[in-house]
């Protein structure tokens, strides 16, 4: 009688299984997005000033976008800015292209710029 038992729970679980695997097909098949890869979005620092400057980014992708941001996390879980900009002027800004974080010797907006790419990138993550 108690094989009998474990038997009707296996069946019932498997069909509860069963269930939830068409359940969780039919709902990613519904959720599919269009695709974020290469994305952009036009951003400005320091707007509405003499020293106002134009960025084209772009999302480099799900994988890479969430990469970036674990390896710029330092042991106490916070960013690294420079880190972080040192590779974001690489990989997400297109425009201007910008060689190296030198570049913000003589220009303004730095911090701006690294919150406008953050800002992307999570929203892109998301």
Do not use: C, W
């Not at 359940?23 to 036009?42: G, H, W, Y």
């Not at 400057?53 to 996390?73: E, K, V, W």
Request: hydrophobic share 35%; charged share 25%; glycine share 4%.
């Amino acid at each position: 009688m108690a094989e009998e038992t474990k038997v009707q729970a296996n069946k019932k679980l498997a069909e509860k299984v069963a269930n939830v695997n068409q359940l969780a097909r039919e709902q990613s098949q519904k959720n599919v997005i269009t695709t974020r890869f290469s994305k952009t979005e036009v951003v400005k620092t320091d707007e509405g000033t003499d020293h106002e400057q134009t960025y084209l980014l772009h999302f480099p992708g799900t994988f890479a976008a969430q990469n970036l941001i674990d390896s710029a996390m330092n042991p106490f879980n916070n960013i690294n800015k420079t880190y972080f900009m040192q590779e974001a002027v690489k990989q997400i800004v297109e425009a201007p292209k910008i060689k190296d974080l030198a570049y913000f010797n003589d220009h303004h907006g730095f911090s701006e710029l690294f919150e406008k790419i953050y800002s992307f990138l999570d929203k892109g993550l998301n």
